[in-house]
């Protein structure tokens, strides 16, 4: 099991800017598939972005391409959300999972797929 703890949330107007973290209590992230997932009131949870173990691949939703941007501190151990241009539909609790590169074929995973969750960080974004 891979513990993970979110931070960076908080109130952000429209158009501003938000870094979220995941620290992962991990000897490498080189044997992970890590993903920042969102869930709001109501709706069920989707992935935002993911990024793959040794390789890096990076994929997000369509709705916050060019706008947010994953990374990853190996030594840290440690994945970053950079969200940028942020939208009052970017509201939502986020989380981070993870979850061994074997039981990901590719895309964001499922949320169902994701093994380790952190308890998640609330992002609002409001005028």
């Known amino acids: 099991q891979v513990q993970l703890v979110e931070s960076g949330g908080g109130l952000v107007q429209p158009g501003g800017s938000l870094r979220l973290s995941c620290a992962a209590s991990?000897?490498?992230?080189?044997?992970?598939?890590i993903g920042w997932y969102r869930q709001a009131p109501g709706k069920e949870r989707e992935g935002v972005s993911s990024?793959?173990?040794?390789?890096?691949?990076?994929y997000y939703r369509d709705s916050v391409k060019d706008r947010f941007t994953i990374s990853r501190d190996g030594a840290k151990k440690t994945v970053y959300l950079q969200m940028n241009n942020l939208k009052p539909e970017d509201t939502a609790v986020y989380y981070c999972g993870a979850t061994p590169s074997w039981r990901v074929v590719g895309g964001i995973p499922n949320y169902k797929i994701m093994r380790d969750w952190g308890k998640g960080t609330l992002v609002t974004v409001s005028s």
């Open positions: 990024i793959s173990g040794r390789v890096g691949t990076i």
């Open positions: 991990t000897s490498t992230l080189d044997d992970y598939v």
